[in-house]
């Protein structure tokens, strides 16, 4: 038996983890009322939903909080507010420092403890909509400043990540800051973003992705390379395209850029891997062989009695997230006006994005998953060395604790195609046809053009299929 001071300091270790333990449900499951009124299309009722949450402005979701609200007001066609809160997840992501308690935390607990700070494809996301906002409201010098921030946040991605087999730079967004440049007449640095992100395409995009450049692209890197004086260049895309026909001929009136955001971006789950351990000199090496995975812990630095606490595990289980696809409903899309038709072609697979940026960090996910429960398990046998029933109790409170952080921004798109389509000067009716899944469903659209003028549209669809839990 423990003496009567050890009491109280392990009776109130239990009670502090007991009050750390994490609901089994996941993040998508305990926001069912604002998931279900997004994905049936109930945005005013999404929207009261999320903003009667206010206290998560603060919180531990405050990233989500923001860029939830920023994307249901773009949808809402409520512009400026959006942006508001798009700056707001913007600035959070530039002074986001750790909060090194909840850090520690999370190692006796899981990482549910600590601040979402959003994946790497979500700031860059929050940025499209930030520019898309500004470029709808005809705001173009306001948009050329998410480019530039965008160009840096793109910095950063290379910097951080050098293997050339891992997500670190996003045509997508070369092709949007291509668009931005345009519709300021800057053909000079248009020029420049499509080339980078026709090189993107071509180099990183069809191997990583299995996603092919837009042809849309080709014509709009030989537009600016043309209206920039680059003859050269022009000459020479040309017949890297096999495009030996083509000649730059401007528009009589305006143009339309249409995006179309198709489905819903994958949720966060989670999933279990079962260890056993394998001790060898100073090392615990927990192993799976299912997996091809063995992971060395370091017995250095620990006390003989956490040593004796490590030596003595055998099998156990870590979580760790992952993601789940929604299929999309629809498969593709038709724009049709004044005659002519064109396909919509895919700029952007958001759910391949996320799922390569989740396996990218997977082996730090692994150890710190490894390292937690380490932890946890010679905590436990220590305190069932003075008191096996409160090392019972703390061992069933560790089980329940070892949960995945499945927090993501789960309102993005499944995926984003565009098209752009001349307009002639005066009203015109444009007609966009989505197809798949054994249906069809045809949207119209009147637009309202100037020579010259170019203007932009966002169409989603938010039908998707359920997600596949099965492992």
Same mark, same amino acid.
């Given at each position: 038996m423990p003496s009567r001071s050890k009491q109280p300091l392990l009776k109130l270790t239990i009670l502090f983890s007991f009050f750390l333990v994490c609901s089994c449900a996941t993040y998508y499951q305990s926001n069912t009322a604002f998931n279900k009124n997004f994905e049936q299309g109930n945005l005013n009722d999404a929207l009261a939903t999320l903003q009667a949450s206010s206290t998560e402005s603060g919180g531990k979701q405050e990233f989500l909080f923001y860029v939830n609200n920023g994307l249901v007001l773009s949808m809402l066609g409520r512009y400026a507010e959006s942006n508001e809160y798009f700056e707001k997840a913007f600035i959070f992501g530039e002074d986001y420092r750790k909060n090194y308690f909840y850090e520690v935390t999370s190692y006796l607990t899981n990482p549910s403890v600590t601040t979402y700070k959003g994946e790497d494809h979500e700031h860059l996301m929050l940025l499209y909509y930030k520019a898309l906002n500004f470029l709808k409201l005809g705001k173009t010098q306001e948009a050329l400043v998410e480019c530039r921030r965008l160009n840096i946040r793109l910095q950063q991605l290379s910097d951080r990540y050098t293997?050339?087999?891992?997500?670190?730079?996003?045509?997508? /967004?070369?092709? %949007?800051?291509?668009?931005?440049?345009?519709?300021?007449?800057?053909?000079?640095?248009?020029f420049i973003a499509y080339r980078?992100?026709?090189?993107? $395409?071509?180099? =990183? $995009? *069809?191997?990583?992705?299995?996603?092919?450049? &837009?042809?849309?692209?080709?014509? #709009?890197? %030989?537009?600016?390379?043309?209206?920039?004086?680059?003859?050269?260049?022009?000459?020479?895309? @040309?017949? @890297?395209?096999?495009? &030996? =026909? $083509? !000649?730059?001929?401007?528009?009589?009136?305006? +143009?339309?850029?249409?995006?179309?955001?198709?489905? %819903?971006?994958?949720?966060?789950?989670?999933?279990?891997?079962?260890?056993?351990? =394998? !001790?060898?000199?100073?090392?615990? $090496?927990?192993?799976? *062989? *299912?997996?091809?995975?063995?992971? &060395?812990?370091?017995?250095?630095?620990? =006390?003989?009695? #956490?040593?004796?606490?490590?030596?003595?595990?055998e099998i156990f289980r870590i979580a760790l997230p992952r993601y789940l696809e929604r299929p999309t409903h629809y498969t593709g899309a038709t724009v049709s006006w004044q005659g002519n038709t064109s396909d919509l072609q895919l700029l952007e697979d958001v759910n391949k994005i996320a799922f390569k940026s989740l396996q990218q960090r997977?082996?730090? +996910? %692994?150890?710190?998953?490894? /390292?937690?429960v380490a932890l946890k398990k010679a905590t436990e046998y220590q305190v069932k060395q003075e008191d096996k029933t409160l090392g019972s109790v703390l061992g069933m409170i560790n089980a329940i604790t070892e949960k995945a952080d499945t927090r993501n921004w789960q309102t993005l798109p499944h995926s984003i195609y565009y098209a752009r389509i001349p307009l002639a000067a005066g009203q015109n009716k444009i007609t966009l046809q989505l197809t798949g899944g054994g249906d069809s469903h045809k949207n119209e659209f009147l637009y309202e053009a100037k020579k010259g003028q170019i203007l932009f549209h966002t169409f989603s669809s938010l039908e998707s299929g359920y997600p596949n839990y099965g492992y």
């Open positions: 293997d050339e087999h891992k997500f670190q730079r996003d045509a997508f /967004i070369h092709t %949007l800051m291509g668009i931005i440049y345009e519709s300021d007449k800057d053909f000079n640095n248009a980078n992100a026709v090189e993107i $395409y071509e180099e =990183d $995009y *069809q191997q990583l992705f299995q996603i092919t450049m &837009p042809d849309q692209l080709k014509s #709009d890197l %030989l537009r600016t390379a043309w209206l920039s004086g680059f003859h050269d260049e022009f000459e020479l895309f @040309k017949e @890297k395209f096999g495009m &030996p =026909d $083509y !000649r730059f001929e401007p528009t009589e009136g305006g +143009e339309l850029v249409l995006f179309w955001h198709n489905g %819903l971006s994958p949720i966060k789950a989670e999933w279990g891997i079962n260890f056993v351990v =394998d !001790r060898r000199d100073n090392f615990v $090496y927990f192993s799976n *062989q *299912q997996l091809g995975i063995s992971f &060395p812990f370091s017995l250095d630095g620990y =006390d003989e009695r #956490d040593k004796h606490g490590l030596s003595r595990l997977m082996t730090l +996910e %692994l150890s710190k998953a490894l /390292i937690r």
